[in-house]
């Protein structure tokens, strides 16, 4: 009568084992990568709903019904980010641009954000947009690429946040 396991037994069980360990992996990380995903996503349509409720206030602040123009506008409004979603090695994230002249001045905005996950996202006054914007793109004059003027960089240098970012 045999007692054990052969070499060859433990080296398929092994195998067995490792391949199963990295569909575990390579299953979570692509989840993980999804949640992070539409974790920023979920930022960026809470923060449009913001600057659409300051762009519609009927009040004498804000007679021509514009998006926030300044830092220190956006800092009355209530942006919550979870911050630990985005990709905080860039120096520039959280782009916040508006259109500053022609007939569309301060009707048009754009939000800039690439996610930890590596995701670009860009919300418009019309929502999420398509785009051909790289990380090499997120740089100080990324708005005057886009024909608009900056507002403020949510996030600028590595992981310094603007105070009109609260963490949610």
């Known amino acids: 009568m045999r007692k054990g396991f052969t070499v060859i037994e433990l080296l398929v069980a092994i195998a067995?084992?490792?391949?199963?360990?990295?569909?575990?992996?390579?299953?979570?990380?692509?989840?993980?990568?999804?949640?992070?995903?539409?974790?920023?996503?979920?930022?960026?349509?809470?923060?449009?709903?913001?600057?659409?409720?300051?762009?519609?206030?009927?009040?004498?602040?804000?007679p021509d019904k514009q998006f926030p123009r300044t830092k220190e506008q956006l800092?009355?409004?209530?942006?919550?980010?979870?911050?630990?979603?985005?990709?905080?090695?860039?120096?520039?994230?959280?782009?916040?641009?508006?259109?500053?002249t022609g007939t569309e001045a301060y009707q048009q905005y754009k939000l800039i954000a690439r996610s930890k996950a590596g995701t670009i996202f860009v919300m418009t006054e019309e929502g999420l947009a398509t785009h051909s914007l790289t990380a090499a793109s997120f740089t100080s004059t990324l708005c005057s690429t886009l024909g608009m003027g900056l507002v403020s960089n949510g996030m600028y240098n590595v992981n310094t946040w603007q105070d009109w970012v609260h963490t949610g």
Request: contains cysteine; aromatic residues 6%; hydrophobic residues 40%.
């Open 16 to 62: 067995v084992i490792g391949i199963i360990a990295t569909i575990v992996v390579v299953s979570y990380n692509g989840t993980q990568n999804k949640a992070i995903d539409v974790s920023v996503r979920s930022d960026l349509d809470s923060i449009a709903g913001e600057l659409e409720s300051y762009r519609v206030r009927a009040n004498d602040a804000n």
């Open 75 to 100: 800092e009355t409004l209530e942006i919550m980010a979870s911050k630990q979603n985005y990709d905080t090695t860039l120096n520039y994230n959280m782009i916040y641009c508006i259109a500053n």
